[in-house]
Nanobody
C-alpha cells in the first residue's frame, strides 16, 4: 500500500518561506513521477509543480515560477517543495501526488497525500 504524508505547512507572512516535505512509503519511490498540487477555498485543485523520476525534468505553474522549487531525494523517498517570496494568493491546502511512469500536467496521479495547510498573511 502506497502512502504519502505531507508536512511543513503553517502560517507565514507575505515574503516569507516554507519548505513542504512529502514522504512516500510503499512501492518503489524511484519509479514515481511526483507532483505538488494546491487547492484554495472555493477553487479547483491546481497543479503547482512536477518532477520526473530521473530528476532531470521539472515543471512549474506560471504563478509560482521563479519562487518555488521542487526536488526529490530518492534514498529518503521524499519530495520537497521550497516556497519563497510567498504571497497571500499562495494560501491553500497543498497536496503531493505520485504516479507510475512519466510526469503529466493533469490530475492523473495514482496516489495522493492528505494535504497540508499553507496560510500566507498580508
Amino acid at each position: 500500500q502506497v502512502q504519502l504524508v505531507e508536512s511543513g505547512g503553517g502560517l507565514v507572512q507575505a515574503g516569507g518561506s516554507l519548505r513542504l516535505s512529502c514522504e512516500v512509503s510503499g512501492g518503489t519511490f524511484s519509479s514515481y513521477a511526483l507532483g505538488w498540487f494546491r487547492q484554495a477555498p472555493g477553487k479547483e485543485r491546481e497543479l503547482v509543480a512536477t518532477i520526473s523520476r530521473n530528476i532531470l525534468n521539472t515543471y512549474y505553474a506560471d504563478s509560482v515560477k521563479g519562487r518555488f522549487t521542487i526536488s526529490r531525494d530518492n534514498p529518503k523517498s521524499t519530495v520537497y517543495l521550497q516556497m519563497n517570496s510567498l504571497k497571500p494568493e499562495d494560501t491553500a491546502v497543498y497536496y503531493c501526488a505520485a504516479r507510475i511512469g512519466l510526469t503529466v500536467r493533469t490530475m492523473d496521479y495514482n496516489y495522493w497525500g492528505q494535504g497540508t495547510q499553507v496560510t500566507v498573511s498580508s
